[in-house]
């Protein structure tokens, strides 16, 4: 949201707000979730520890998604995004993707009611048919200036509603008027998201993508000046999904699951638990069995007891967990991610987390169980567990890296960075209720009758 040198950079965040947003509202102390979790640390190393048997999947409260408003910035400089069709007939990667994901918004089927929205001083109601043709062809009157802030406040008190989710495209600049205002970013953000601050079941999921630039290149700070005529660099852009979490989570599932893994980051969201079970004819190794009740009279799709007969450093056991993460964002799916984050809670064990991998071709058209998966994390043991004996998988939550690698706190030079991006997330974390766990698998270790 860098704006033109031409105008007004910015809009005071009171005056939009009483134009577009009668009334008072309020802010109240955001609420935390509590998770579904299991909770080993009060399991002591003695007696029969094990647990209650686990439920197939975490209950997740789901309300249908219902609507869908999509918000396209149109400021001066969004221009070089969408920049009129030359003679050559050139686009931008801008223009090929959002002209692409507006179009899947229109078809989809998963909600109801869709609005389009363009986004200048306010937002102004749009068809599907005029939009796309903005992206198209350019933006013919391009806005004076936008205060994120400001817009976002707007997200939230006017069309924040149960299953409903609001995207917004945008470059996402926070410009404000002095590098005093800097330090104020985090709050801000935090603000104008909790303005009405009823929404303890607030969700983010933020996707952010590069794309060529062909127009003026305005940076976020008057003082670093300007370049013209911009530019042979990627510069980025983002959609940020903001609603409800189980809005949130049906509409990335709908639109976005295949949207690019490593440029993700989820707030707020809650997912039900992945599918997942021990295998024991899959690259297991050493003396073991299946412990659950029954094991020998089931398909092997549901198995979370391992029974070990023998176990020894010369010896070890080895076993592997098939994991369904086909309904996670591709972010968690990343076997990048699942190495750094994916770990493993035991008590009195020495059970290791060896690894976790991918589904092969092999894996995919075996007539096995692994079939099933889409995932794989491998754990080793060397001694024999003394009692029935907790052990959980657990994919923590973490901001991915990307976000720090995309920041900068000088635009001046375009680049494919954002001003103060970081401490926009720093506010937008602030906002949600914190998950600090995508899901957790438990399973028990015991020694064989």
């Not at 043709?133 to 008190?157: F, N």
Request: proline share 7%; net charge neutral; hydrophobic share 40%.
């Amino acid at each position: 949201m860098r704006y033109s040198l031409f105008a007004s950079r910015l809009l005071p965040a009171l005056g939009l707000t009483l134009l577009l947003l009668p009334g008072c509202y309020s802010r109240s102390d955001i609420k935390k979730e509590q998770e579904t979790a299991v909770d080993i640390t009060d399991a002591l190393p003695s007696g029969d520890q094990t647990p209650p048997p686990p439920t197939a999947e975490a209950a997740v409260a789901t309300t249908p998604l219902q609507a869908v408003n999509v918000f396209l910035e149109v400021s001066g400089s969004m221009e070089g995004f969408m920049p009129k069709t030359g003679a050559g007939g050139e686009n931008t990667a801008f223009q090929q993707r959002v002209a692409q994901f507006l179009s899947e918004v229109n078809r989809t089927p998963a909600a109801r009611r869709k609005s389009f929205f363009l986004l200048k001083d306010r937002p102004y109601a749009d068809t599907y048919q005029q939009i796309s043709g903005t992206v198209r062809a350019g933006i013919q009157q391009p806005a004076k200036s936008t205060e994120l802030p400001a817009v976002l406040d707007t997200l939230m008190t006017r069309y924040y509603q149960p299953g409903t989710v609001n995207v917004l495209i945008s470059d996402f600049i926070y410009s404000p008027k002095n590098a005093g205002a800097i330090p104020y970013i985090k709050t801000d953000i935090t603000d104008a998201l909790q303005r009405n601050a009823s929404q303890s079941d607030l969700a983010v999921s933020v996707y952010g993508f590069t794309s060529g630039f062909r127009g003026t290149y305005y940076p976020a700070l008057k003082a670093a000046g300007k370049k013209t005529a911009c530019c042979d660099t990627e510069i980025p852009y983002y959609y940020w999904v903001v609603g409800p979490a189980d809005a949130v989570r049906q509409f990335d599932q709908a639109l976005l699951a295949d949207a690019e893994a490593s440029l993700q980051a989820h707030f707020g969201v809650t997912y039900p638990r992945p599918a997942y079970s021990v295998l024991d004819k899959y690259q297991h190794k050493g003396s073991w069995y299946y412990g659950d009740a029954g094991a020998s009279k089931r398909a092997a799709d549901a198995y979370r007891v391992v029974a070990v007969s023998e176990a020894s450093a010369q010896q070890p056991v080895e076993f592997v967990v098939g994991l369904d993460l086909q309904k996670l964002p591709a972010q968690y799916r990343e076997p990048a991610y699942l190495k750094q984050y994916l770990t493993l809670q035991t008590v009195d064990t020495d059970a290791q987390l060896l690894g976790v991998m991918a589904a092969s071709d092999q894996t995919r058209t075996s007539s096995g169980p692994e079939s099933q998966f889409t995932h794989f994390a491998k754990i080793r043991l060397t001694k024999v567990p003394p009692a029935s004996r907790p052990l959980v998988l657990k994919l923590l939550n973490q901001r991915p890296a990307w976000v720090a690698q995309w920041t900068t706190k000088n635009d001046g030079t375009p680049a494919a960075k954002t001003f103060a991006l970081s401490s926009l997330f720093d506010g937008l974390q602030a906002s949600v209720a914190e998950q600090p766990t995508v899901f957790q698998l438990p399973m028990t270790l015991q020694p064989a009758n």
